[in-house]
Nanobody, 118 residues
Framework: QAQVVESGGGLAQTGGSLRLSCATS????????VNWYRQAPGQQRELVAS???????TYADSVKGRFTISRDSGKSWAFLQMNSLKVEDTAVYYC????????????WGLGTQVTVSS
């Protein structure tokens, strides 16, 4: 059974940094695109950043220039480096691994809480 587990969330101050990690298991990681989503209380889940199996990267406008997504295919991990954090970045962050050819092969973690205080 494929698993996705996020870690690295916590409390940060405005302007601070956090690094989220996404560990995957029981998938051929090189065949999967990885997405980071977030969901704030009372709001819809939004896509924050994506990195394809080939390394192409996209970001939501709200995080461009502040967040960096990366992947370590050797270890089947993905990361989200978050700098210059803002209060509005507060949310539960979810990692999603999706097979590049089979959209139904999509696996989610349980999320990690990020709280940014002013």
């Amino acid at each position: 059974q494929a698993q996705v587990v996020e870690s690295g969330g916590g409390l940060a101050q405005t302007g601070g940094s956090l690094r989220l990690s996404c560990a995957t298991s029981d998938i051929i990681f090189s065949n999967y695109d990885v997405n980071w989503y977030r969901q704030a209380p009372g709001q819809q889940r939004e896509l924050v950043a994506s990195i394809t199996s080939g390394g192409s990267i996209t970001y939501a406008d709200s995080v461009k220039g502040r967040f960096t997504i990366s992947r370590d295919s050797g270890k089947s991990w993905a990361f989200l480096q978050m700098n210059s954090l803002k209060v509005e970045d507060t949310a539960v962050y979810y990692c999603n691994a999706v097979h590049r050819h089979i959209p139904s092969a999509s696996y989610w973690g349980l999320g990690t809480q990020v709280t940014v205080s002013s």
